[in-house]
């Protein structure tokens, strides 16, 4: 079933883990921006797999979140909230219903001793203001396999912050010198797909095309790129060989979601500040095809290097 979708950027979540030094340092403090995490009662720790757990209330709220704990079933629930306006993804109109669909709730349940997390998109029908029935068809689901889980100690529930960080759409860094995670807003989360810069030098450039988190959404199954243009202008392209594919599978972590990849080549130095736009064609699931443009900006000046 092919969708027309609109695809809109919301803040997301990739957090990691800070390394083995941390392990047994008198306090580990998580920074979301500028802002320090405040943890007034409990404080994260590193568990024995080495993975980063925060008190559930306090990391919610700094990443924008509500969590709600099941005695019964021992989970913890982490929701992020859309409305139509800021949703991250709508569904209109088709050959196969007649509403405006969109996401409207985000969550991931951890549940106590299971090195399995479940993160969904729940869609919902505009109509449906106060989001009282879940469209169930169009759910989307995903089981996440960690290598720690979410605990109970000292009777305080932590969850491994690694895992909903990632999900959710956060990069991090660490500063072993201080034992501070710094917890940063990823660009590329909640986006179907993206471009980025592999390499560059003087003439050309190497992009690749790559799946974000919500390619899955869109019921494409490969997207090829066609061709480019350099602030209007046809640029020459040459796909990526064998041998180039072979060194951004070992150097890069993100090759599993790589769908194409090409040199493009122009006189970037002649003409500042490039908008390079590439054309890409999509294969849906039900064998349509769609093509749309990819836009990305480019300046000589950030000087040359990369993997390709």
């Known amino acids: 079933m092919k969708r027309t979708l609109a695809v809109v950027l919301a803040i997301v979540l990739v957090f990691s883990l800070a ?39 306090a990391i919610a709220g700094a990443m924008g979140l509500t969590v709600a704990w099941n005695e019964e079933k021992e989970t913890a629930t982490f929701t992020r909230e859309y409305t139509p306006e ?59 396999a960690m290598d720690t889980e979410a605990i109970v100690k000292n009777q305080r529930t932590y969850a491994p912050v690694k895992y909903l960080a990632e999900t959710m759409g956060y990069t991090v860094g660490w500063d072993e010198e201080t034992s501070t995670v710094t917890l940063q807003q990823d660009p590329y989360a909640y986006v179907a797909t993206y471009l980025d810069l592999l390499g560059n030098m003087e003439g050309q450039i190497a992009v690749g095309y790559y799946k974000g988190a919500l390619f899955d959404m869109t019921e494409a199954v490969s997207c090829t790129i066609n061709s480019a243009t ?73 000087g040359y290097g990369g993997i390709l």
């Open 19 to 57: 390394p083995f030094s941390a392990f047994g340092a008198d306090k580990i403090t998580v920074m979301l921006g500028e802002q320090e995490v405040a943890f007034p009662d409990a404080q994260p720790f590193v568990d024995a797999n080495f993975r980063t757990l925060t008190p559930l209330s």
């Open 230 to 302: 350099v602030n209007g202008k046809a640029a020459e392209i040459e796909k990526f060989s064998d041998e180039d594919l072979t060194l951004l599978k070992e150097e890069t972590s993100t090759f599993d979601k790589y769908l194409d990849g090409c040199y493009i080549r122009a006189p970037f130095e002649d003409q500042g500040e490039c908008t390079v736009v590439v054309s890409v064609t999509a294969v849906y699931s039900n064998g349509e095809t769609h093509t749309s443009d990819a836009i990305y900006k480019y300046s000589p000046e950030s």
């Open 86 to 144: 800021n949703t991250i993804f709508k569904n209109m109109p088709d050959s196969t219903h007649t509403g405006t669909y969109f996401v409207g709730r985000e969550t991931l349940v951890f549940t106590i001793g299971s090195k399995e997390a479940v993160h969904s998109f729940l869609w919902y029908d505009t109509t449906d203001t106060d989001k009282t029935t879940v469209l169930e068809s169009e759910t989307n689901t995903n089981t996440i």
